[in-house]
């Protein structure tokens, strides 16, 4: 498994590429429309970039399925760095159990079960950075 440290602009192409891969803008339409709709979002907000300026501030690390590394951000380092390593080696490791992606196209066209599955992924990455942070 390769390792990659990447900036900010890297990290924001990868979310880009994702977001063009797996979603359509149809998609992400229907998502905002069903958020406002339930009062869940403020009516006037963009919820895409909401979401990405909250991914911008929070993410220290990414995996990428299709090109079998995940990345570490440049402005992290040290005891940081070691928990955002195991929350994306989780992510390495059931990927090569579960296929993620795979996973996912299979949810296509099912909304509620692609964000079922997102969870089950990010839970078990947070499992195990929660319990490399306690040891």
């Known amino acids: 498994m390769k390792v ?28 905002e429309q069903m958020a406002k709709l339930l009062g869940t979002v403020p009516l006037d907000m963009d919820l895409l970039a909401a ?22 951000l440049d402005r992290f380092d040290g005891a940081v760095a070691g928990v955002f390593m195991a929350h994306e080696l989780t992510h390495a490791l059931d990927d090569q159990l579960y296929d993620i992606d795979g996973t996912l196209l299979a949810r296509d066209g099912n909304a509620d079960a692609q964000s079922a599955y ?18």
Do not use: C, N
Not at 6 to 27: C, H, K, M, N, W
Not at 51 to 65: A, N
Not at 118 to 135: C, D, F, K, L, N
């Open 4 to 31: 990659v440290l990447t900036d900010l602009a890297g990290f924001q192409s990868y979310v880009e590429r994702r977001i063009a891969e797996l979603q359509t803008p149809e998609d992400l339409r229907a998502e």
């Open 51 to 72: 979401t990405k300026q909250l991914l911008d501030e929070q993410v220290g690390g990414f995996y990428d399925p299709s090109g079998e590394a995940f990345y570490l």
């Open 118 to 135: 997102h969870a089950v992924v990010e839970g078990s990455g947070t499992s195990i950075q929660t319990r490399w942070m306690m040891g």
